[in-house]
């Protein structure tokens, strides 16, 4: 069992697979010119297989593959189908367009819900957010998905004044589909231009749905990031992901392994630890798990708290999302 000194049992691991993306959306990538880790400098399928073995002999029940863009990887099937013999829940957070060559793994592997990332239903705004003009491709691959009886989270980050007028068309979207939208309060992280003012927060968020929705609240499950709710007659649900204003880390759960193996045991922790080098040197890598676990704050890294009107994201000492795993 992995743990931390606030007697949180650690049982949910987040592999990010890339820190590489095919999209280059603007509250996830730095603002400066980036350059991808190489190939070398990855975790390899083998690599992340052994360090998965570890983690799951541990007690953890759930792997999320994230990124930068978890699919845009060569070997990502390859990856996949190994995870998918664990005995855990796998599940992955994408951008939504190498869905369509990779549903024979997906399905192969076992994997049950998907969770896909748009931010809008408009193509012309999609294209300004992600700067790549795909979003038939992604909405057809969340048809694809339904089809195959594969369960949708639509994650859509909120941000004031870009999209926050879209609340009510996903909301709808949810009418005669059994997708879940996840509405994400806007984060701050290294140079993704994050200010408070553009934060759109739960309570706005829920605000606007109950003017034209009849909401009740669902009980989620005991780590759930995200408050859940329904609304009579819809088929899908929604839930709102407030790590700003009403975060979650009472009940935090989650270990984050980035591509280059280190493990970050918060979001916003501004530490990490190195298990691939540890790994690569024949090291004993687990000692090394459970003390970064047991250092972890209390709350959101330590770094800040929900009093964050004047919060100013360049003194966050923090990776970029993109190189993170979300
Ligand atoms: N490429 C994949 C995708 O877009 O789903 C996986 C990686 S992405 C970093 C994971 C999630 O983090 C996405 O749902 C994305 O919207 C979310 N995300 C990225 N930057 C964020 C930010 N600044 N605030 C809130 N959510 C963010
Ligand atoms: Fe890529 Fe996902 Fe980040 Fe967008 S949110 S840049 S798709 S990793």
Request: hydrophobic share 40%.
């Amino acid at each position: 069992m992995i743990a931390d000194s606030f007697g949180r049992v650690h049982d949910y691991l987040r592999v990010s697979l890339t820190d590489n993306c095919n999209f280059r959306c603007f509250y996830c990538m730095p603002e400066e010119d980036y350059d991808f880790t190489p190939a070398s400098r990855l975790m390899q399928p083998d690599e992340i297989l052994e360090l998965a073995k570890i983690f799951v002999a541990q007690g953890v029940k759930k792997i999320r593959l994230t990124g930068g863009e978890p699919l845009v990887r060569k070997d990502a099937a390859q990856i996949i189908s190994a995870l998918g013999k664990l005995p855990v829940e796998l599940v992955i957070t994408t951008n939504g367009t190498r869905i369509a060559e990779l549903l024979p793994t997906l399905l192969e592997a076992g994997i049950k819900t998907v969770n896909i990332s748009l931010d809008t239903l408009q193509p012309e705004k999609f294209m300004l957010i992600t700067r790549r003009d795909v979003f038939h491709q992604v909405r057809s691959n969340i048809d694809l998905l339904l089809h195959h009886k594969i369960r949708v989270k639509v994650n859509m980050v909120v941000m004031k004044g870009l999209n926050d007028d879209e609340i009510k068309d996903f909301i709808e979207w949810t009418r005669l589909h059994p997708i879940q939208i996840r509405f994400i309060e806007f984060m701050p992280f290294s140079g993704n231009k994050w200010t408070s003012n553009k934060l759109f927060s739960l309570e706005e968020i829920l605000t606007q749905i109950q003017k034209d929705f009849t909401v009740l609240p669902v009980d989620g499950a005991a780590h759930d990031t995200a408050k859940s709710f329904m609304i009579p007659g819809h088929e899908g649900s929604f839930a709102i992901i407030s790590t700003m204003t009403a975060p979650f880390c009472s009940t935090c759960n989650r270990m984050r392994l980035t591509a280059d193996g280190k493990l970050k045991n918060c979001l916003f922790s501004n530490g990490e630890t190195d298990l691939l080098t540890a790994l690569r040197n024949h090291e004993d890598v687990l000692p090394l798990i459970i003390s970064s676990i047991w250092s972890k704050k209390k709350e959101l890294g330590g770094q800040f708290d929900t009093h964050f009107k004047n919060l100013d994201a360049s003194t966050i000492n923090n990776r970029s999302m993109i190189t993170i795993g979300g």
